[in-house]
């Protein structure tokens, strides 16, 4: 028999597992990897445990999700958060070029804040929230929308005017 691995003439082999790959190899090649019990399939590349975990895996990425399902709550950025930094400021007595140092970031992002010309992204929302003590986030809960159901889409005739 011949060694799968090194090709030596020999009058027995062993079946190693070498990266995930049974081989039957001589004594010298067998160090190389982990002995399989006698009996066990060659050609078998995982442990069946590693399988199952992988296949559940790709079912759970695989699933589709619907978003509206739940009526689940999130945090979104509140419609009036240019009044809240500019009163939080005022109340704070400092002015803009004081807020922007403390916060450090540019007067002009701080007046394009105040102004709603500017929305923050998260790590400049952590930043107003912390220097001012402040939430410009809001909770919000996601309505349940009906599907509807039976009822029969929208056809090309419904665009069409008749005469």
């Given amino acids: 028999m011949i060694c799968e691995m090194c090709g030596k003439e020999m009058a027995s082999l062993l ?12 004594r010298d090649c067998a160090r190389f990897g982990d002995n399989v019990k006698a009996g066990g399939k060659p050609g078998t590349t995982a442990e069946p445990s590693v399988i199952q975990a ?3 895996n790709r079912e ?14 999130s945090f979104e950025l509140a419609l009036d958060f240019p009044k809240r930094i500019k ?3 005022e109340k704070n007595g400092w002015k803009q070029e004081e807020l922007a ?8 992002i701080i007046h394009k804040l105040e ?6 992204d998260d790590a400049l929302i952590r930043k107003v929230e912390k ?4 939430k410009i986030k809001e909770k919000v809960t996601i309505a349940a929308v009906e599907k509807s159901t039976g009822k029969k ?3 090309l005739e419904d665009f069409i005017k008749k005469k």
């Avoid at 999700?65 to 709550?73: I, L, Q, R």
């Fill in 101 to 108: 140092a403390k916060m450090n970031e540019r007067v002009s």
């Fill in 87 to 89: 009163d939080a400021r």
């Fill in 60 to 73: 759970r990425r695989m699933k589709t999700k619907d978003v509206y399902e739940g009526g689940e709550e």
């Fill in 153 to 155: 889409g929208m056809t």
């Fill in 15 to 26: 079946p190693v597992r070498i990266e995930g790959t049974v081989l039957s190899v001589c």
């Fill in 54 to 56: 992988r296949l559940q």
């Fill in 131 to 134: 220097i001012l003590d402040i």
């Fill in 115 to 120: 102004s709603g010309t500017m929305h923050p």
